[in-house]
């Protein structure tokens, strides 16, 4: 599922709403920051400075979401405290996507070059995060590892000499963006409410609907992300590899390194999830890791780099509610590191690959700290070695794997075909 937020600036910020310009484009402009104990970012430092009013340019922003895209952070964070936007945002977990829409101004002397485009204001999902874990309540950010409250050091909530956010997000590196062109909401007017609102979502697009949360079902989302990734789907071809570089096995160390996927709720089976979410990692069918596209790729790099690590080890939270296993994070098997493979944009790692079935996996609680907030961690010798040895004494179900894989890209065609599309852009984990 996902819901979309109203953010950024409005009517009554200084400089009134964001622009949209005639090919499509547009600028995210967020509100002024209304604490004091904060000093940064300004609008100019945003880069903003010359399309907000000269008496602004060095106004204090609530840069809430953050967009690394902008260039002055590096993570997709976002908080709020202000409810109905956290009654819905606690209604989501990891995996789900929380899209942020804008009203913004057309800027133009002539009329837009896209029929789509308000000529006067309109409202605009301007981009998303996927989640990267649950969204964090405010009782438990204090609480955090440290590596993942480091992720949040420049939101503007925790900006604030007191946190105040009842809920904090952070977005997937790989699967979260500003847009380049935004997907409309509105119809003929900015006061009028098009289909992503009246048909997909649970609103009604009675009243002032843009300023509220909307709630959509999981094919309403693939029906928002079809017309953000061009209105036209496309097949996921497999990429050609530039070069490979062959490890002699017998000098590499016996550590492991974990491996985060999003794991199909339509299999049984340890699978990415490739309906719902247009999954390629990991790509199985060439017992690789990062081969189509990029997912946790410095860790994926460093893996292939280091000569101490051997064994990717495969986890998930298995999503199929039939299964006892159900929402718990388990290992689920193994890449043997034979060799790393350049993509050309990327570093892929290659080798044998061992897959047993959610029955005879490994929960990783007890393996790492906080495994709730885990994505990639390394496991020293022992520990890699004894998960090795367990893996290799159950059945390995590789090939009924490779065959639940072309069932579910089957299902995504037949769902291409239909009224609702899904993401036509690969994604990696």
């Excluded at 970012?41 to 902008?70: C, M, Q, W």
């Excluded at 699978?271 to 890791?289: F, H, L, M, S, W």
Aim: charged share 30%.
């Amino acid at each position: 599922m996902s819901v979309a937020l109203n953010i950024g600036a409005n009517s009554s910020s200084p400089g009134g709403r964001g622009p949209i310009y005639g090919d499509g484009t547009f600028r995210y402009i967020p509100i002024p920051e209304d604490d004091e104990t904060v000093n940064e970012p300004t609008y100019d430092d945003l880069g903003l400075g010359s399309i907000r009013p000269e008496s602004a340019k060095n106004t204090v922003t609530h840069f809430d979401p953050e967009f690394p895209e902008i260039g002055y952070n590096k993570d997709y964070s976002y908080g709020d405290r202000h409810s109905p936007k956290t009654n819905r945002i606690a209604e989501l977990e990891e995996g789900d996507i929380l899209f942020f829409y804008a009203t913004l101004d057309y800027v133009g002397e002539g009329n837009p070059e896209q029929d789509w485009i308000n000529d006067d204001w309109g409202a605009y999902i301007i981009g998303h995060f996927t989640l990267e874990y649950d969204p964090i309540p405010k009782d438990e950010y204090h609480s955090l590892p440290e590596d993942v409250k480091e992720k949040f050091v420049t939101n503007a909530h925790v900006r604030r000499d007191e946190f105040d956010a009842e809920y904090l997000v952070l977005g997937n590196p790989d699967d979260s963006r500003l847009y380049k062109t935004p997907v409309p909401l509105s119809g003929e007017s900015g006061v009028e409410a098009n289909q992503f609102v009246t048909k997909h979502s649970e609103d009604s697009g009675g009243g002032p609907w843009y300023r509220r949360p909307l709630k959509f079902d999981t094919e309403s989302t693939r029906a928002v992300l079809r017309a953000q990734r061009d209105y036209h789907s496309q097949r996921i071809a497999e990429p050609d590899v530039e070069s490979a570089t062959e490890f002699n096995r017998t000098q590499l160390g016996e550590k492991g390194q974990l491996q985060w996927f999003f794991h199909s709720p339509h299999s049984e089976y340890p699978v990415r999830d490739i309906v719902n979410r247009g999954k390629t990692e990991p790509y199985i069918e060439k017992g690789a890791e990062n081969f189509c596209s990029q997912c946790y790729q410095n860790s994926i790099k460093t893996f292939a780099e280091t000569a101490s690590r051997r064994y990717l080890f495969l986890f998930t939270r298995c999503q199929n509610e039939s299964l006892y296993e159900h929402d718990n994070r388990r290992i689920v098997g193994y890449i043997d590191k034979k060799r790393a493979l350049n993509m050309g944009d990327r570093v892929a790692v290659q080798g044998d690959t061992t897959l047993v079935s959610f029955e005879d996996s490994v929960d990783l609680v007890g393996l790492v700290d906080s495994p709730k907030y885990v994505r990639n961690a390394i496991l020293d010798k022992e520990i890699a070695q004894r998960l090795v040895e367990y893996f290799d004494e159950q059945e390995n179900i590789l090939d009924d794997c490779l065959d639940e894989v072309e069932r579910l890209k089957r299902k995504r065609r037949e769902s291409e075909h239909g009224d609702v599309a899904v993401p036509t852009s690969p994604s990696g984990c």
